[in-house]
């Protein structure tokens, strides 16, 4: 199994809404990532987690709680967002974050914000 | 301050004609390059990596070639098909060992045409 799994596809929430994003995978791996991709845009890195522990937040708003429950399971948890916070958010694992093999990434979930 | 440029932003060929697809990094010190595919709304699908030592290296009709000394890749597609329109992400890992450690290029945007 070399998947990488996000749930929902797609996400249409307002501004006052409260949803979360889910990403699992079962490969073992245990560097696991959320990055963010704007329309023609490479992705942005989020939050970073190494051995179920956050280690890289790359400054981002708290609007956007990240949670990693066990080595398998990555939420991204949303509050209070902003239309400007429409995206693809992607969920990213490898092996650890020092192994130089292959990043595998989710379909990522589309994310609309009226 | 690391950093991937890919050329040309975008390129639109006919079904069955070879294309070639340019990136130049500023990474250091340079641990691999991977080629992704991404299909629109979906998440990247590596295609090949390749470290320092490899010059060339084909996967089915792609073709990546690294020179380390000028610090160029290019992705080569031949006999291009409607399933190759995809935005292709150069990304290139420096050997920091920081989960920080991958430069995403802004990616050719290709279009095969029938």
């Known amino acids: 199994d070399t998947e990488v799994t996000q749930t929902p596809k797609h996400l249409v929430m307002g501004m006052t809404n409260k949803k979360s994003l889910k990403c699992e995978q079962h490969?073992?791996?245990?560097?696991m990532y959320w990055y963010k991709q704007k329309a023609k845009k490479p992705p942005e890195l989020m939050f970073v987690?190494?051995?179920?522990?956050?280690?890289i937040n790359e400054s981002v708003p708290s609007r956007f709680s990240p949670e990693c429950p066990n080595s398998s399971l990555l939420n991204l948890h949303l509050h209070a967002l902003q239309p400007e916070d429409s995206a693809l958010y992607l969920c990213?694992?490898?092996?650890?974050?020092?192994?130089?093999?292959?990043?595998?990434f989710g379909e990522g979930s589309r994310l609309t914000v009226l | 301050k690391n950093q991937v440029e890919q050329s040309p932003q975008s390129l639109i060929i006919l079904e069955g004609k070879n294309c070639t697809l340019q990136?130049?990094?500023?990474?250091?010190?340079?641990?691999?390059l991977r080629w992704y595919k991404q299909d629109t709304g979906r998440g990247p699908v590596s295609l090949t990596i390749?470290?320092?030592?490899?010059n060339t290296k084909s996967n089915g009709r792609y073709t990546a070639t690294l020179d380390a000394d000028t610090k160029q890749s290019s992705l080569h597609i031949t006999a291009s098909q409607l399933s190759d329109s995809a935005s292709y992400i150069c990304?290139?890992?420096?050997?920091?060992?920081?989960?920080?450690?991958?430069?995403f290029g802004s990616g050719t945007q290709l279009t095969v045409l029938p």
């Open positions: 990136c130049n990094y500023t990474v250091s010190p340079f641990s691999n």
């Open positions: 990304v290139v890992r420096d050997l920091s060992g920081s989960a920080r450690q991958l430069t």
């Open positions: 490969m073992g791996h245990r560097a």
């Open positions: 987690y190494s051995y179920e522990k956050l280690s």
């Open positions: 390749m470290t320092f030592s490899e």
């Open positions: 990213a694992s490898r092996l650890t974050t020092g192994n130089t093999g292959e990043l595998f």
